[in-house]
């Protein structure tokens, strides 16, 4: 190999190893000038950061920026939804054994949190309980673009997986789950109605999941109302507060729980 060949071969080897260091050290390549579209607006492309997670979350905060088209509705629906539990539990078990007998009485707390103990002489006795907090909080929304007087629909919810109910048919074989919206959905109609007010008129739709996880439950209704635009107001709230006590030989539990939901509804543009 000659001398030339030789150098050219060390100048290729040592850019090589330039570029995979630059590419451990997470460095970028340099980017080749922007190029523009149409009017001369660079490409969306250029903007990348080359952090897929930030990109998103930029994106986003863009997508919720950009202006409503004339003539056209954005609608916002919000559900906030609360809830709290507490619940208590004590219970005690005293008893006797020997080489004859065994005799017990009372019961143990469920889910015991403590637990003490005490035996002598055959004879023994326990005693164990439980007390807890809970609280829980969820915020869902949804946005829809629609034209005045053509219905759209919303959905704040989330997709359970249930196992349809059968009846009759072979012992055995494979059951598929299927998906169920579980949820509110709502079904809209904007209609102009005069300078800086809208007509919504709304069906919401509300499903659970049955008893046993098996059905969905829903619950329909229909509302108009006339709202100014630009301002959110209270479509609907639910509350609903359960309270639980059960006594028995030496043992007592009791719970209590506040569940609160809202939904907030917001239409800009026109």
């Not at 949190?113 to 949804?142: C, I, N, P, Q, W």
């Not at 169920?180 to 300078?195: K, N, Y």
Request: hydrophobic letters at 35%; one cysteine or more.
């Amino acid at each position: 190999m000659g001398r030339r060949e030789l150098t050219i071969l060390l100048l290729a080897v040592t850019a090589i190893l330039a570029g995979c260091r630059a590419y451990e050290s997470g460095a970028t390549p340099p980017r080749s000038p922007s190029t523009t579209t149409g009017g001369g607006a660079p490409s969306t492309s250029d903007t990348r950061s080359g952090d897929p997670f930030a990109d998103a979350r930029r994106r986003i905060d863009e997508a919720r920026s950009l202006p409503i088209p004339t003539g056209n509705y954005r609608v916002r629906v919000e559900r906030v939804w609360f809830s709290e539990a507490d619940s208590s539990a004590i219970g005690a078990v005293v008893g006797y054994t020997d080489d004859h007998w065994d005799v017990q009485a009372g019961g143990a707390a469920p889910d015991a949190g403590f637990r003490v103990g005490v035996a002598k002489d055959g004879f023994y006795g326990m005693l164990d309980g439980h007390l807890r907090s809970s609280r829980d909080a969820t915020r869902e929304e949804a946005m829809l673009m629609m034209a005045p007087d053509y219905p759209a629909s919303l959905f704040v919810g989330e997709t359970r997986y249930v196992v349809p109910f059968r009846v009759g048919g072979r012992p055995y074989g494979l059951v598929v789950p299927e998906g169920q919206s579980v949820g509110t959905s709502l079904e809209t109609i904007c209609t102009p109605a005069g300078p800086g007010a809208v007509q919504v008129t709304l069906t919401p739709i509300f499903s659970q999941l049955g008893a046993r996880g098996e059905t969905v439950r829903v619950t329909e209704a229909t509302t108009s109302v006339r709202v100014p635009l630009g301002r959110p107001f209270l479509l609907a709230s639910h509350d609903r507060t359960t309270d639980s006590a059960a006594t028995a030989l030496l043992s007592r539990r009791s719970s209590s729980g506040t569940e609160q939901a809202v939904l907030i509804l917001t239409v800009d543009g026109g």
